[in-house]
């Protein structure tokens, strides 16, 4: 059974970092494309980050240069470390795998931008 759990969201001010933690469970990690997704309040859920299984990035326009997504598949983590926050990258940040063609998400961690 395939589990995701995140970690690290918070309220930061604006100009902030926080870094964001998913720890898998129940798959072989290391083959699989991660993806950070996010979903502000009254929007779509929106993809931010998604690194493959041999390392490669790709980030959605509005985070490209603040944030960076890795992985350590000796942890079975995947971190997306986000710089220069602003207050429109408040949301509930998830963590996705898509496995055999379905779909796993974690629980949402919340970030808060805001002074």
């Known amino acids: 059974q395939v589990q995701l759990v995140e970690s690290g969201g918070g309220l930061v001010q604006p100009g902030g970092s926080l870094r964001l933690s998913c720890a898998a469970s129940?798959?072989?990690?290391?083959?699989?494309?991660m993806t950070w997704y996010r979903q502000a309040p009254g929007k779509q859920r929106e993809l931010v980050a998604r690194i493959t299984s041999s390392g490669s990035t790709a980030y959605t326009d509005s985070v490209k240069g603040r944030f960076t997504i890795s992985r350590d598949n000796a942890k079975n983590t995947v971190y997306l470390q986000m710089n220069s926050l602003k207050p429109e990258d408040t949301a509930v940040y998830y963590c996705?795998?898509?496995?055999?063609?379905?779909?796993?998400w974690g629980q949402g961690t919340k970030v808060t931008v805001s002074s």
């Open positions: 996705n795998v898509l496995k055999l063609g379905a779909d796993y």
């Open positions: 129940g798959m072989i990690f290391s083959i699989y494309a």
